[in-house]
C-alpha cells in the first residue's frame, strides 16, 4: 500500500458542500465537511473527542457543531467550546481541522502535517471552470485500490477492449505511445497521436464528425491525485496551424481526480470539458451519460481486479510490456513520494 501524505486531494466538487455535515473518508481518515455562515468550507476530523461519535451524525448550531451523543460542541477550528454539565471545558478537548482550498470546481483538503501544506502545490485543472469549455461530471465509488485507477488510467490501451462501442477503436491499442516522465515536477506524460483512426461514438455524436479522425491523447499525471487528458480530434488530416492554432479540432479535458478512500476504495471523480457545442444540452447529456458509462465500465473490471488482488498468494508476478510504461513509472514515483523521500534523491 503506498498512500501518499502530505499531499492535497480533492475531497468533494465545491456544489456538493453546503450548510448540511458531509462525510467523507480520506487515506482512511474520516472527515466532516460544512460551509460556515461566511460561505467557507471546514473540514474537521469526523469523531468526536469524548466518545468517537460522528460528528457528521450530529447537527449544526450557526458555525458550531453539537455533537449528537452528549453536546460537546465544537466551533471551525475543531476547538470545543462547550461541554454538558461543567463550565471547565479540558484542554485538549478538540478535533483536527484540516486546511482546504477550492480550486477548479474542488475542493481540495490537505492531508498530512497542517504547516506543509501550501496552496502552490495543487495541480490546475482550469478548463472546469473556464466560460470556453463546458463540463460535465460526477464521482462512482471504487471498491479497489487506487493504484489500480492510476495503471488503468495510464494505459489507455483497455479503451479498445473494455470500452469498445463507447469510446474504444481498434487503433487506441494498435498505436505505440510515447512516455516521458519530469523527475523534478513529478509529472508523467503519455501520449498517443493517431493519424487515421476510427471515430467512437463518444466523439462522433458529440462533435458531429462523420468518418475517420485524427485522435491524439495527451495524458498528464500529476500524482498522486490528479490525472489531465488532453483529447484532440478532427476529421482526417486537420491539424493545427503551425502558430499552435486550431480552429478545426474539437478538445476535450477529461479530468479524474484519484482520491484514495481506504486501502481497498477509492474516489473516483471524472469530468468531461469541451470547447464545442458549449450550450447544446443534448450533448451535455450524452457526454455525461457516455463517460459515466465508461467510469462504470471501469469500476466493474476494477472491483473485480480488487478481490483477485486480495485472494492471490504473495509474490504473485505481473509480466508488463511496452503499453505499461507510464504505469510503471507511476507506480516507481508514487513509492517514492510515500517513502516521503523526494523521488529525485533516490534515483
Ligand atoms: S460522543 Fe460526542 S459528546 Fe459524547
Ligand atoms: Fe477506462
Same mark, same amino acid.
Given at each position: 500500500?503506498?498512500?501518499? *501524505?502530505?499531499?492535497?486531494?480533492?475531497?468533494?466538487?465545491? #456544489?456538493?458542500?453546503?450548510?448540511?455535515?458531509?462525510? *467523507?473518508?480520506?487515506?482512511? @481518515?474520516?472527515?466532516?465537511?460544512?460551509?460556515?455562515?461566511?460561505?467557507?468550507?471546514?473540514?474537521? +476530523?469526523?469523531?468526536?473527542?469524548?466518545?468517537?461519535?460522528?460528528?457528521?451524525?450530529?447537527?449544526?448550531?450557526?458555525?458550531?457543531?453539537?455533537?449528537? %451523543?452528549?453536546?460537546?460542541? =465544537? /466551533?471551525?477550528?475543531?476547538?470545543?467550546?462547550?461541554?454538558?454539565?461543567?463550565?471547565? $471545558?479540558?484542554?485538549?478537548?478538540?478535533? &483536527?481541522?484540516?486546511?482546504?482550498?477550492?480550486? /477548479?470546481?474542488?475542493?481540495?483538503?490537505? $492531508?498530512?502535517?497542517?504547516?506543509?501544506?501550501?496552496?502552490?502545490?495543487?495541480?490546475?485543472?482550469?478548463?472546469?471552470?473556464?466560460? &470556453? %469549455?463546458?463540463?460535465?461530471?460526477?464521482?462512482?465509488?471504487?471498491?479497489?485500490?487506487?493504484?489500480?485507477?492510476?495503471?488503468?488510467?495510464?494505459?489507455?490501451?483497455?479503451?479498445?477492449?473494455?470500452?469498445?462501442?463507447?469510446?474504444?477503436?481498434?487503433?487506441?491499442?494498435?498505436?505505440?505511445?510515447?512516455?516521458?516522465?519530469?523527475?523534478?515536477?513529478?509529472?508523467? =506524460?503519455?501520449?498517443? #497521436?493517431? +493519424?487515421?483512426?476510427?471515430?467512437?461514438?463518444?466523439?462522433?455524436?458529440?462533435?458531429?464528425?462523420?468518418?475517420?479522425?485524427? *485522435?491524439?491523447?495527451?495524458?498528464? %499525471? #500529476?500524482?498522486?491525485?490528479?490525472?489531465?487528458?488532453?483529447?484532440?480530434?478532427?476529421?482526417?488530416?486537420?491539424?493545427?496551424?503551425? /502558430?499552435?492554432?486550431?480552429?478545426?479540432?474539437?478538445?476535450?479535458?477529461?479530468?479524474?481526480?484519484?482520491?484514495? @478512500?481506504? !486501502?481497498?476504495?477509492?474516489?473516483?471523480?471524472?469530468?468531461? &470539458?469541451?470547447?464545442?457545442?458549449?450550450?447544446?444540452?443534448?450533448?451535455?447529456?450524452?457526454?455525461?451519460?457516455?463517460?459515466?458509462?465508461?467510469?462504470?465500465?471501469?469500476?466493474?473490471?476494477? /472491483?473485480?481486479?480488487?478481490?483477485?488482488?486480495?485472494? !492471490?498468494?504473495?509474490? %504473485?508476478? !505481473?509480466?508488463?510490456?511496452? $503499453?505499461?510504461?507510464?504505469?510503471?513509472?507511476? *507506480?516507481?514515483?508514487?513509492?517514492?513520494? &510515500?517513502?516521503?523521500?523526494?523521488? !529525485?534523491?533516490?534515483?
Amino acid at each position: 500500500m503506498t498512500f501518499v *501524505r502530505n499531499q492535497w486531494y480533492v475531497a468533494a466538487y465545491s #456544489h456538493e458542500i453546503g450548510q448540511d455535515l458531509f462525510a *467523507r473518508t480520506i487515506l482512511s @481518515e474520516p472527515l466532516v465537511f460544512f460551509r460556515s455562515e461566511a460561505g467557507a468550507v471546514v473540514a474537521l +476530523a469526523d469523531r468526536c473527542v469524548h466518545r468517537r461519535y460522528p460528528l457528521s451524525e450530529s447537527r449544526r448550531e450557526g458555525d458550531t457543531i453539537v455533537c449528537g %451523543y452528549h453536546g460537546f460542541t =465544537y /466551533d471551525t477550528t475543531g476547538t470545543c467550546v462547550s461541554v454538558p454539565g461543567q463550565t471547565r $471545558i479540558p484542554r485538549t478537548a478538540r478535533v &483536527a481541522s484540516y486546511p482546504v482550498v477550492e480550486r /477548479d470546481s474542488f475542493v481540495w483538503v490537505w $492531508i498530512g502535517d497542517r504547516d506543509r501544506a501550501d496552496e502552490s502545490l495543487i495541480p490546475r485543472a482550469p478548463w472546469l471552470t473556464d466560460p &470556453a %469549455y463546458t463540463t460535465v461530471c460526477g464521482m462512482e465509488p471504487l471498491a479497489a485500490r487506487y493504484e489500480l485507477l492510476v495503471d488503468n488510467l495510464l494505459d489507455l490501451s483497455h479503451e479498445t477492449y473494455l470500452h469498445g462501442g463507447y469510446i474504444g477503436s481498434p487503433e487506441v491499442a494498435g498505436t505505440p505511445i510515447t512516455t516521458e516522465v519530469d523527475e523534478d515536477k513529478k509529472i508523467i =506524460y503519455v501520449s498517443r #497521436h493517431m +493519424a487515421d483512426a476510427a471515430c467512437p461514438p463518444f466523439y462522433a455524436n458529440s462533435t458531429g464528425i462523420q468518418g475517420r479522425i485524427v *485522435r491524439w491523447q495527451d495524458i498528464e %499525471y #500529476h500524482p498522486p491525485c490528479l490525472y489531465l487528458l488532453h483529447s484532440r480530434v478532427a476529421p482526417v488530416g486537420v491539424l493545427p496551424n503551425e /502558430d499552435g492554432s486550431d480552429p478545426d479540432g474539437f478538445h476535450v479535458e477529461v479530468v479524474y481526480a484519484i482520491t484514495p @478512500e481506504t !486501502e481497498h476504495s477509492t474516489h473516483d471523480f471524472w469530468a468531461v &470539458a469541451r470547447d464545442f457545442a458549449l450550450e447544446d444540452q443534448e450533448v451535455s447529456d450524452f457526454l455525461r451519460e457516455s463517460n459515466r458509462t465508461v467510469v462504470l465500465q471501469d469500476v466493474t473490471a476494477l /472491483d473485480i481486479l480488487e478481490q483477485v488482488i486480495q485472494a !492471490e498468494p504473495e509474490g %504473485y508476478q !505481473e509480466l508488463s510490456i511496452n $503499453i505499461d510504461t507510464g504505469g510503471l513509472a507511476a *507506480r516507481r514515483i508514487l513509492a517514492k513520494m &510515500a517513502a516521503g523521500t523526494p523521488a !529525485e534523491a533516490q534515483v
